[in-house]
């Protein structure tokens, strides 16, 4: 019992000694580790993540029993690591990259009579495309660009309608198998190609429209919507979650919500980033 008091004292001394920049610094790195296991949790790495810490047990009971020559070579070995850690996981330490980047400003806009339009037809080809058992994949951009997938499809530029929507995904047009990529509420192309999710937690029944869809959303900060062909169900994928049979109604909503900025429900990034935003414009005019 005294060992466990002494331990017990111990650590409330230590505890005591934690000021702020301790938290932030804890915080932080806490962070950040819980980003390294999302990004081994979406990609197949699992098994290199296990290689890693592999080595790094044995390199420390390597040094633990003195076995020089061979803790040597693991910290080396770790050295060089490091430079094909770099290179093996250059996609995802880029996506990370962009999402820390894009993080810090606002992936919603103020509503525009152009964006409650866009909004609306969308669900409107949506509901009406659901009732015919019509394939879509409809794709909001945000604020990470979608340019190199605007480029695997076909330019379109036009005004978001429904009928429009409705006939990209004719079953018998040329340009039904691919996503449509709205951009600034406007329709910017179709028949694009996706990058298909990694993941193998998927209901089997989903397709490789919805695998599309959800892959796309795990690596951009994109809203994509899907309307299944086979059962003619409304799905909506985001940051890698698919959220499935929506009614138009609630469709609607969760539009509203992912792409429109409400000022009362704003989050501190977003208050943050118009704040640096009136900053910059502020700036310039004076200049």
Not at 182 to 192: D, K, P, S
Not at 221 to 230: C, F, G, K, N
Not at 262 to 281: P, Q
Request: hydrophobic fraction near 45%; aromatic fraction near 4%; include cysteine.
């Amino acid at each position: 019992m005294e060992t466990i008091a002494n331990l017990l004292n111990t650590a409330i001394s230590y505890i005591r000694t934690i000021g702020v920049s301790d938290a932030i610094d804890i915080l932080i790195v806490a962070y950040l580790i819980y980003k390294t296991i999302d990004i081994v949790r979406r990609t197949n790495s699992k098994n290199v993540a296990r290689a890693i810490l592999l080595l790094l047990v044995v390199l420390v009971l390597s040094y633990a029993f003195g076995l020089t020559m061979i803790n040597y070579l693991l910290r080396k070995a770790m050295e060089l690591g490091l430079i094909a850690l770099v290179v093996l996981f250059q996609p995802e330490l880029r996506r990370l990259l962009e999402r820390v980047g894009s993080s810090f400003s606002s992936s919603r806009s103020v509503s525009t009579p152009a964006m409650e339009t866009a909004i609306a037809q969308t669900v409107l080809a949506c509901s009406e495309m659901s009732e015919t058992h019509t394939g879509a994949l409809i794709i909001f951009e945000r604020n990470e660009d979608l340019g190199s997938i605007i480029n695997t499809g076909t330019l379109v530029n036009a005004d978001i309608t429904a009928e429009l929507l409705k006939n990209l995904f004719y079953n018998k047009a040329p340009l039904h198998d691919g996503a449509v990529i709205l951009r600034n509420n406007r329709i910017a192309a179709a028949g694009c190609v996706l990058p298909l999710t990694k993941s193998r937690n998927l209901s089997k029944d989903l397709g490789m429209r919805h695998r599309a869809g959800i892959g796309l959303s795990e690596q951009s900060d994109a809203v994509v919507v899907i309307v299944s062909e086979e059962s003619g169900a409304i799905s909506m994928a985001i940051d890698g979650m698919l959220k499935r049979h929506l009614n138009a109604a609630a469709l609607t909503q969760l539009l509203h919500n992912e792409l429109i900025i409400d000022e009362e429900t704003k989050t501190w990034k977003e208050k943050l980033s118009d704040y640096l935003r009136r900053l910059t414009v502020r700036k310039r005019d004076e200049e």
